[in-house]
């Protein structure tokens, strides 16, 4: 099973809102990813957990705070977007130990900012 | 830095022709490389992967042969389906242990019956 759930799968917020997606695996996989991806464009990455740490921050703006609970779920707490945070978000994961790990992908919560 | 380079959409092709998308790549050392498809409306699926020179990645009838003399790592079929629509990514990976992924800007491929 190399399946990646995400909730809510759509989601609208005004800019005052305090919103958070969650993510969830069960493949024993410690690393996991938060993307951003704009209409045709490629994903970016914002955060990387490694064994339930903040590995990576892409210089993310602070409206954007990652949570990493347990093993299986990852958050994403929202708060005070703009339009322009308007997007597909990505959460993945992968095995951690040696290199050559596959990134499995969910499906994205499509987020709309008004 | 890394970086990867694909061929320019959108491609537009009937059913059952041959398909090609190119992928070209730039990267210390001999990173693994993978293409991702993405329907519409929907997330990132992996479709193939290879981890090292001449390594041929294959699936659903897509295959791709990671060329280090060439820095390539180009996707094809051999006779496409109105299903295959969908933009498809080469990426590649750098970092050791919670890995970076380095996208192609995606190439969106549409067949027509």
């Known amino acids: 099973d190399t399946e990646v759930t995400q909730t809510p799968k759509h989601l609208v917020m005004g800019m005052t809102n305090k919103k958070s997606l969650k993510c969830e695996q069960h493949m024993g996989h410690r690393a996991m990813y938060w993307y951003k991806q704009k209409a045709k464009k490629p994903p970016e990455l914002m955060f990387v957990y490694s064994y339930e740490k903040l590995s990576i921050n892409e210089s993310v703006p602070s409206r954007f705070s990652p949570e990493c609970p347990n093993s299986s779920l990852l958050n994403l707490h929202l708060h005070a977007l703009q339009p322009e945070d308007s997007a597909l978000y990505l959460c993945?994961?992968?095995?951690?130990?040696?290199?050559?790990?596959?990134?499995?992908f969910g499906p994205g919560t499509r987020l709309l900012v008004l | 830095g890394d970086s990867v380079t694909q061929m320019e959409g959108p491609v537009t092709l009937s059913e059952e022709a041959f398909l090609t998308i190119n992928c070209t790549y730039t990267?210390?050392?001999?990173?693994?490389l993978f293409w991702y498809v993405q329907y519409p409306g929907e997330g990132l699926q992996l479709l193939l992967k290879?981890?090292?020179?001449?390594d041929k990645g294959s699936n659903k009838g897509f295959e791709a042969t990671y060329r280090k003399e060439t820095t390539s790592f180009h996707l094809e079929k051999g006779s496409v389906q109105v299903s295959d629509s969908a933009v498809y990514f080469c990426a590649l990976e750098i970092g050791q242990g919670a890995q970076k992924l380095v996208f192609g800007q995606g190439t969106r491929l549409t067949i027509n019956p």
């Open positions: 993945a994961s992968s095995q951690v130990s040696g290199a050559r790990q596959t990134q499995y």
């Open positions: 290879a981890t090292k020179a001449d």
């Open positions: 990267a210390t050392g001999y990173p693994s």
